[in-house]
């Protein structure tokens, strides 16, 4: 029998601190080789601390909210075996320990008070009587405390959440603190607002063209990739023709110089329950339609579910962002400093159109290019977003490279 430490684990170089942003067990819980305990959050990503022995988490020393470094101690861990007594439950002062202390080395072996149990037992002044038969060969939970007082006819003086509900008034109002990730939004946002000079160019572009492509290919691009055959892989490749044109679109600015970059790794946007990331496709200009489709697939798995790691997001010379799949038919995207420029491609709908002086039903959609105009002449950022333009209309183009 021994504590174990649960301290930070090493963060980035980039990274000077995290937040504490959940616990997923409470002083008193049992946990399990390998179980998560706890979840810390970066600006960027969220890591989970996971338990190297199996015990009691003893106590938690950073609650959640808590600003920490790495190594920090998080809490400790009451480690013991099957033929140990967690003695750390002799720290919880309820009444009802005293009944459990004294029952045999079996039983305190195999049950095992929660706290929120032990409130329970204790606010509803249950004795020794009432829980013998619950404590044998079973967990005791509050779950069973209140199956007991609604079969004993007895109230509960915990209030309900219902009452507790109906007795607040109707508008009220209630202050949640931003993620690390909504906080580091926020200020690259504002950043980019007023650190660059950024205006916004429109296009349009059929995608009649894209959709025959699709129709036509998806179903042995399928078979061979084991993927389907998307929009963005056809955004991505005609993005990385037109940025070879155009250098300066995936050029950043440091200080009084102009960093021209050699390689194409574009950061796509990805909506997450955290807030929106953008993971980078890297050397894009050597990577087949089929590699770029399984990329975004694995980033869009990943960050469903919080997975996404420091390399994941790190890096990237021009972002894509794609609110069509929300609905959106035009907006202004803002730039991802330090990149100058940012595509936004945006919901696919019908229209009519004027086609060799005949009204036609297309399906059209806008582009939209924001960049930092301290880099990027209007000239070329129109001309870089008639390229793009023109490789969607025609996708053999995008195979041909012309």
Not at 24 to 42: A, Q, R
Not at 224 to 234: K, Y
Request: hydrophobic share 35%; net charge negative; with cysteine.
């Amino acid at each position: 029998m021994s504590d174990l430490e649960i301290i930070v684990p090493d963060l980035p170089e980039s990274v000077a601190n995290a937040t504490v942003a959940r616990w997923h067990k409470k002083p008193g819980d049992n946990v399990k080789h390998d179980e998560v305990l706890v979840e810390i959050e970066t600006d960027k990503v969220i890591l989970e601390v996971y338990a190297r022995e199996q015990g009691v988490l003893e106590t938690i020393i950073e609650d959640e909210g808590a600003i920490v470094i790495s190594k920090q101690l998080l809490g400790r861990i009451y480690v013991y075996d099957s033929t140990s007594i967690p003695e750390v439950i002799q720290s919880v002062e309820v009444k009802t320990l005293e009944y459990y202390q004294a029952e045999s080395l079996e039983e305190k072996n195999n049950n095992i008070l929660t706290p929120d149990t032990c409130c329970s037992v204790s606010e509803d002044d249950l004795n020794s009587v009432d829980i013998r038969e619950a404590v044998v060969n079973s967990r005791l939970t509050s779950q069973y405390t209140a199956k007991y007082l609604v079969e004993n006819n007895r109230e509960s003086s915990v209030q309900s959440d219902a009452e507790l509900k109906s007795s607040t008034d109707h508008r009220s109002k209630k202050h949640i603190p931003m993620t690390r990730l909504r906080q580091c939004i926020s200020e690259r946002l504002l950043k980019a607002q007023n650190s660059m000079a950024t205006l916004t160019t429109f296009n349009e572009v059929n995608m009649q063209p894209i959709k025959d492509f699709r129709k036509k290919y998806n179903e042995i691009f399928e078979k061979q990739h084991d993927v389907r055959l998307g929009f963005m892989s056809f955004y991505v490749k005609a993005a990385v023709e037109a940025l070879k044109r155009y250098p300066e679109v995936n050029a950043s600015i440091d200080g009084s110089d102009i960093v021209y970059h050699n390689y194409f790794d574009i950061s796509i946007a990805i909506s997450t329950s955290r807030g929106l990331v953008t993971p980078v496709l890297r050397d894009v200009d050597i990577s087949n339609m089929g590699d770029i489709e399984k990329k975004i697939k694995e980033f869009t798995l990943k960050g469903q579910a919080n997975q996404l790691t420091i390399e994941d997001l790190s890096g990237g010379n021009f972002t894509i962002t794609n609110g069509g799949v929300f609905g959106s038919l035009m907006s202004t995207p803002i730039i991802n400093p330090p990149q100058s420029a940012i595509l936004g491609m945006h919901v696919i709908q019908d229209r009519p159109m004027a086609v060799n002086n005949k009204v036609e039903i297309l399906p059209m959609m806008y582009l939209a290019l924001s960049y930092d105009h301290r880099l990027i002449d209007g000239s070329d950022s129109i001309k870089f977003l008639i390229v793009i333009k023109e490789l969607l209309e025609d996708p053999t183009r995008l195979l041909l490279k012309i």
